[in-house]
């Protein structure tokens, strides 16, 4: 019971959909890991990552404009189309990432991470959550 918790709320503070702030995970005098917004007063608190992925683009195909013939409207439309294509690579490298990722979770069992400035091993439960965590950040956010 105390892992589903613990596996549901990890994976509700670290949803796309909550990600808008920093979030901070402890553990009480009890034993029971927390996770807010604010980090309680004489706590050692882990700040987990909150890195937003870029915007993703809608499925529809961008309306090519009419071509006016005047200088601005074509200034308009190079800078449209560079921005286009920057957020797009921006995209392309998070989902490698993202995936680079994920291959590490599934195929090494002994994964490390650092925390506060101390290496810590994840347990199995944990590489699990963060397998889930990753294959739904790529459903959500790459092709």
Known sequence: M?????????????????????IYKWVDAQ??????AQP?????????NTAAPPPRQSAAAPVEAETTG???????????KKQVAEENARRQQYCTTLRTNLAQLQNNPRVRVEEQGE???LDEEERQARILETRQKIAETCD
């Open 31 to 36: 034993g029971i890991t927390h996770f807010g």
């Open 70 to 80: 005047e200088p601005e409207q074509q200034d308009i439309e190079r800078q449209v």
């Open 119 to 121: 290496v810590r091993r």
């Open 40 to 48: 309680p007063q004489g706590q050692t608190v882990e700040t987990l």
């Open 2 to 22: 105390r892992s589903t918790i613990l596996a549901s709320g990890l994976l509700f503070a670290l949803s796309s959909s909550v990600m808008a702030g920093q």
